[in-house]
């Protein structure tokens, strides 16, 4: 439980310091300090118990989408993210731990859930970092093609992820 | 919020608005979103297999006497990497040690359990079916799944040992009990003279009475001692008791009910019994330890409710058999003097074992001069009530609920004690 809480303040603490890596780089002082008070919010709910962190998860979120349409460095936008993806599952985690004691939980399981978060994330950043460098040009019909094969199969893997809840 | 919901359609937008404006940082940023989704995709649960099993150390117990439930889950399929299972206990449980769920991951095969001890008061307890809660490592694709698995524990009342209680009811079974049955024949208590039969022994002539009259000869007879039907009222009306938030006048007159029950049917007699209250709950007359079981089963349920009518007069007459023994547990109130009367004139014999409301709730009020005016006056008002019953021939135990049922019962037991009341 400690290990978990003490991960996700590490994710969110990159995450916080890639963005504000990325907004230095336009002397954008006002969104770090948002961003900051944001995750300042956002660590004091989950340590707390508070299970509203979507909320602050998309706080953050629409700040690297903001910094994403400014044309900041593309790496600490990506560094950002993927952290805060973790910091938003770990944060649920901790909400989930929470509804036991310390005793019911297999310490195994915490292990696991963290290595496979850490797999996940490696290959997120690992796959952004390939796509940063490789260049493809697409013209307009291209991209509607893709878009629309985009499309269909995230909405068939919504279908049947909802399926399945 | 649904996270698959919420990250599928973040995934959606940032590529759909990166192909839009043909900026390729925003299909940079979906890539980490829709491997986050595709692995709960790819590691999701599919179909679990889960047995459980609820075991419990006592479905029986008596008041205070803790409860262990052990529950064990078996992965019955395919590999759970995350499995979890609450079970709510039901209100008025309290947990005395123990876990109350589990967490954990099940290869094929293995099983996870957890255990509780619960104690309880009086009552019937249910504990609803399980439900298991599966799902991947990041808790992504979620299933849950109904385990069944339920179960309940009844919490029997209080049972106090008291002494006999002495009935006479007019009417006695044919089998043998401890009861005079106002017949002559076997017994030990005398009961009259009659003319010698043949087979009396020589011990059973009654010599002095012989002498008198030259030309017959008298045998002792002795009174007959009967089993009889008993039937226990219990009354049920929310309006009859008087609680605190730590104790019920009610869980006395339960335990009031129990000991009655077990002691009568100790005596061999058939006891039935009736629970008045929101609605009439009967259980029907028997003999021995499974009737005893019966009605503790029935008393362990037993709660106050309001009922929809106000006073007795819907007690089921004809429940109790003509002319035999009916013990009321009620603390009496003003308005059902006229339904204990019409059981009296139908010939039952009636015995009424009242919990004090008064004294219940002077104990609970400060020492005030007002309060002591209104609590003689209340005493009085009761001492009243209670003799119009004596006068109809109605025996009553005032049982002050501060002193243990089985010492307040023994005042019943002495003498020809019909009418008990204590002082102003």
New interface residues.
């Given amino acids: 439980m400690k290990s978990v809480r003490l991960a996700f303040l590490i994710s969110l603490g990159l995450s916080l310091a890639c963005m504000a890596a990325a907004f230095l780089s336009l002397s954008g002082w006002i969104q770090i300090v948002i961003g900051l008070s944001i995750g300042a919010q956002w660590a004091f709910l989950v340590w707390n118990g508070r299970r509203t962190y ?1 909320f602050s998860f998309l706080g953050l ?1 629409a700040l ?2 903001y910094g ?1 349409a400014l ?1 900041l460095p ?1 790496i600490w ?2 560094g950002s ?2 952290t805060l ?1 973790a910091a938003w ?1 770990l944060g ?2 901790t909400a ?2 929470s ?3 310390p ?4 310490p ?2 915490v292990r ?2 963290l290595n ?2 850490l ?3 490696g ?3 690992a ?2 970092g390939i ?2 460098i490789i ?1 493809i040009r ?1 013209e307009f019909g291209s ?2 093609l ?2 629309l094969l ?2 269909i199969g ?1 909405a068939g ?2 279908r ?3 399926g ?2 | 919020m649904n996270r698959v919901i919420l990250l599928s359609a973040l995934a959606f937008g940032l590529i759909l608005y990166g192909l839009g404006i043909m900026n390729g940082v925003f299909l940079v940023l979906a890539l980490p979103v829709v491997i986050y989704v595709l692995a709960g995709l790819l590691f999701g649960p599919q179909a679990p297999q889960i047995k459980a099993e609820r075991s419990l150390s006592a479905r029986r117990v008596s008041t205070g006497m803790p409860v262990t439930v052990k529950v064990t889950l078996t992965n019955q399929g395919e590999k759970l990497e995350q499995i979890w299972v609450l079970d709510p206990l039901p209100p008025d449980l309290e947990k005395l040690s123990g876990q109350t769920g589990c967490l954990a991951s099940l290869a094929p095969g293995e099983s996870a359990s957890f255990e509780y001890t619960v104690r309880a008061r009086r009552g019937t307890y249910l504990f609803s079916s399980l439900q298991a809660n599966t799902s991947d490592y990041l808790g992504l694709v979620r299933r849950t799944i109904p385990l069944g698995a339920s179960g309940s524990i009844s919490v029997l009342p209080d049972i106090r040992r008291i002494p006999t209680i002495p009935v006479h009811p007019q009417q006695t079974r044919g089998y043998p009990g401890t009861i005079p049955a106002r017949l002559g024949g076997p017994g030990i208590t005398f009961f009259g003279v009659r003319e010698y039969q043949v087979g009396d022994s020589m011990h059973q002539v009654n010599w002095r009475a012989s002498a008198r009259h030259p030309h017959v000869v008298y045998s002792n007879d002795f009174e007959q001692e009967r089993a009889a039907d008993v039937g226990l009222i219990l009354d049920c009306r929310r309006e009859s008791y008087l609680a605190t938030e730590t104790h019920s006048m009610f869980e006395d007159a339960v335990i009031a009910a129990a000991s009655l029950a077990q002691s009568f049917l100790n005596d061999g007699n058939r006891v039935g019994l009736v629970q008045y209250g929101q609605y009439i709950a009967w259980t029907f007359p028997g003999y021995g330890k499974i009737q005893r079981e019966r009605i503790l089963a029935a008393l362990a349920q037993a709660n106050p409710g309001v009922s929809l009518v106000d006073h007795l007069e819907h007690l089921p007459v004809r429940f109790f058999p003509p002319r035999s023994q009916i013990v009321l547990v009620s603390p009496i109130q003003n308005k059902d003097l006229e339904v204990l009367y019409n059981f009296r004139s139908r010939g039952y014999a009636l015995l009424v074992i009242s919990p004090n409301a008064v004294s219940f709730e002077l104990a609970h009020l400060p020492d005030r001069t007002a309060v002591r005016v209104a609590g003689r006056i209340a005493r009085l008002e009761r001492i009243v009530l209670l003799r119009q019953l004596q006068q109809a021939g109605i025996r009553v135990l005032d049982w002050d609920v501060t002193v243990p049922f089985e010492q307040a019962v023994l005042t019943l037991t002495r003498g020809s004690a019909r009418f008990v009341l204590r002082g102003l």
């Fill in positions: 979507w979120l690297l989408v994403a044309n593309t936008l990506l993210l993927v993806l599952d649920e985690f989930h731990l509804a036991f004691d005793d019911q939980v297999s195994l399981l696991n859930h496979r978060l797999v996940v994330a290959a997120g950043l796959l952004g796509a940063l260049k697409l991209a509607v893709l878009g985009v499309f995230l893997a919504v049947f992820l909802r399945n809840l």
